[in-house]
């Protein structure tokens, strides 16, 4: 069997892949399984050296790289240089920062020497989305690795060609053979290798449904699981905002990658007082993003992933204008070629209506006015999601103190939702399981063994 990738901006198949059989799976699996015994083994500072070079690899092959991601999946062509950069500055970050952030902790208890020391699980099945075909992967493989695993990726299928070159990446920044593989497998066999000795544990980011059935599957098999999932983030905008840098900043957050990503800001929960003047203004700026080849540099929105996303977009879309959202730019899909949709913005948004209550993967964004500081955050926490969160203030006191009470794994003043290597990254209710990035990231994938030693005798 084969499988085919399509550019989502012309409907162009771009190549065709053959999905491995079962057996050939396994061997990876069993490979990589072999591969871990030896490279959990080597010095972390050998591990963060060729990390280092993975970095290196990463930008010497920016613009091939970045090509491939999007023509595989449609974003303007400088979003994908600055994935690139991202993978490869969050490799340096790692390289310099695992050793503090994997170190034994020394501990107080009833003994002469208590500590926790953190050692890898072994192998680490990654399944991950294509929205971010490099991000995504490298997110999860980064922390993993130096960790002391071996990595698995299954990546989505419409990113094959992407995926491959990630497995391309450690091969040239010379790591140890099988430490890191892409398979290109179907779900049955990827169910299968869960519940099988070659896998310890399971990292996905995708949808919701998704999850489900993955941490089903995980738990089956007593398999430790990260999950990342769906989002409607709040954007709250409080009557003493900037308005300008509010506007900038919601632009901004929801229009990266044409707003198909999990943290995007997709709910604007302005004050009434300014709502209107925030929602004339965002609609102006989104009528005027340049929409078109995203191979071309001017191009500032590329297409949706494809066809089946645009209707989706528009149902959400049309089924809140019904129930009397109203249209202030966009709501329609563009040509005929090609999976593209307006920057659309609705304003008098209900929490009941589709926009608000559902993910919106796309460039949809739904404005919904307040009265008090307390109903912003009845409004933000009334979503099944917890991803992401912000707040828009002059005073820091007060929006410190509301984002404390956003039900969310990341919440930000003064910014829209963003991840960074540094700071740990994940979500609660609907929204995930665990935590990515930072020291809490790498240590998930890890066994925190306690070590506890007593005197001998009387």
């Not at 290109?184 to 066999?189: L, V, Y």
């Not at 995708?206 to 409607?232: M, N």
């Not at 707040?391 to 003043?413: A, H, M, N, P, Q």
Request: glycine share 8%.
């Amino acid at each position: 069997m084969k499988i085919k990738t399509i550019n989502p901006a012309t409907e162009e198949v771009l190549s065709e892949y053959d999905i491995m059989p079962k057996e050939m799976v396994f061997d990876i699996a069993k490979s990589a399984r072999k591969a871990q015994k030896s490279w959990g083994g080597l010095p972390l500072k050998k591990r963060e050296e060729l990390m280092k070079r993975a970095a290196a690899v990463l930008r010497e092959n920016k613009e091939e790289y970045a090509k491939l991601m999007t023509l595989e999946m449609g974003k303007p062509i400088t979003e994908s240089r600055g994935e690139i950069e991202k993978c490869a500055w969050t490799a340096e970050i790692y390289a310099g920062k695992a050793e503090e952030w994997l170190k034994d902790e020394q501990m107080e208890a009833d003994g002469l020497k208590h500590l926790i020391t953190y050692q890898p699980l072994g192998t680490v099945l990654a399944i991950m989305p294509w929205n971010f075909p490099f991000w995504q992967a490298f997110r999860f493989a980064i922390p993993t690795l130096l960790a002391g695993n071996a990595a698995i990726l299954k990546h989505a299928s419409n990113v094959t060609g992407s995926a491959l070159k990630i497995e391309e990446v450690f091969r040239k920044a010379g790591f140890p053979e099988n430490v890191f593989r892409t398979i290109i497998a179907e779900h049955s066999a990827v169910n299968e290798l869960i519940g099988s000795d070659y896998v310890q544990a399971v990292s996905l980011t995708g949808s919701t449904e998704a999850g489900a059935r993955i941490a089903e599957a995980a738990g089956r098999h007593i398999k430790k699981v990260v999950l990342e999932l769906g989002g409607s983030d709040p954007f709250i905008v409080l009557e003493d905002a900037d308005m300008d840098f509010a506007v900038e900043n919601a632009v901004r957050g929801r229009m990266l990658n044409m707003g198909q990503s999990c943290i995007s800001a997709k709910r604007f929960i302005v004050h009434e007082s300014i709502a209107d003047e925030f929602a004339r203004k965002v609609a102006e700026r989104f009528s005027k993003i340049i929409i078109g080849n995203p191979l071309d540099e001017k191009t500032q929105g590329g297409p949706l992933i494809n066809k089946k996303a645009v209707e989706q977009i528009n149902r959400q879309v049309q089924d809140s204008i019904k129930q009397g959202a109203k249209l202030l730019t966009g709501g329609k899909a563009i040509g005929s070629k090609g999976s593209f949709y307006e920057p659309t913005l609705l304003y008098n948004v209900r929490r009941d209506m589709k926009v608000a209550c559902e993910e919106v993967f796309g460039p949809v964004g739904a404005v919904m006015p307040f009265k008090t500081a307390e109903e912003a955050v009845e409004i933000a926490n009334s979503s099944e999601f917890g991803l992401g969160g912000s707040v828009f203030t002059k005073d820091l006191k007060k929006g410190e103190e509301i984002v404390r009470k956003i039900e969310s794994g990341s919440v930000f003043v003064n910014s829209f939702t963003k991840s960074d290597p540094r700071m740990p990254f994940g979500g609660i209710k609907k929204s995930g399981i665990g935590r990515e990035l930072s020291k809490l990231g790498i240590r998930e994938f890890t066994n925190a063994k306690g070590i506890s030693v007593y005197k001998h005798g009387k």
